[in-house]
């Protein structure tokens, strides 16, 4: 207790010390702060390291990468550095439209129901770059984990609405042959004889 009291006031210091030079523009859905957040170590390295142009394209980039999560593929971010040391760092953000995923097909030869698979893809509602790269892999664990060792999962077919705010996606499956397990045989040592029954 006495050194977490010793601590506290460590950790206040340091939490004060931490305010971003830095501030957001044009951005509704996702707030300042969580922005700020998820750019905090290029933005902190872009100060102690010489103001590398470098370290606020990876501050944007991590502010994007956000964006996409929550379902905002199109989102653009644009670093303006300030004009002098004194200055604030501006991040200009532009979110475009919020995608939704609209229809999921499953075609090929996908060895499961399709609404299996989907459900394997744990897509969600919104468009996520990282989830829709993740969505083959996790479809493919799912075949595996039924017998289909050898299956193939494509990346999906990604048709976007005129409005660039849905997205239709379409997975190529090829199950292969299904492996079952008939018999099981369980060898817990080999070696000679006389040294396994030992």
């Known amino acids: 207790m006495r050194t977490a009291l010793f601590l506290l006031p460590l950790l206040l210091l340091a939490l004060a010390g931490c305010d971003h030079p830095a501030r957001v523009a044009g951005s509704t859905t996702v707030s300042e702060g969580e922005l700020l957040e998820a750019a905090r170590r290029p933005i902190e390295a872009w100060q102690a390291q010489g103001r590398r142009p470098a370290d606020l394209v990876d501050a944007g980039e991590a502010m994007r990468a956000l964006l996409d999560s929550r ?12 004009g002098s040391e004194q200055g604030e760092l501006l991040f200009v953000v532009e979110e475009g439209p919020l995608v939704r995923i609209g229809t999921v097909a499953v075609t090929g030869d996908p060895g499961l129901p399709a609404a299996d698979l989907v459900a394997a893809a744990g897509l969600g509602q919104n468009y996520a770059t990282a989830a829709i790269n993740a969505a083959p892999a996790q479809m493919r664990r799912r075949l595996r984990a039924a017998g289909y060792l050898t299956a193939q999962v494509a990346a999906p077919a990604v048709v ?3 409005g660039r705010d849905r997205a239709d996606l379409t997975f190529v499956v090829t199950a292969g042959k299904r492996l079952l397990l008939l018999r099981e045989t369980v060898v817990l040592a080999e070696g000679p004889p006389d040294l396994v029954d030992r």
């Open 71 to 82: 379902g905002l593929p199109w989102a653009r971010v644009t670093a303006i550095p300030p």
């Open 160 to 162: 976007w609405a005129e």
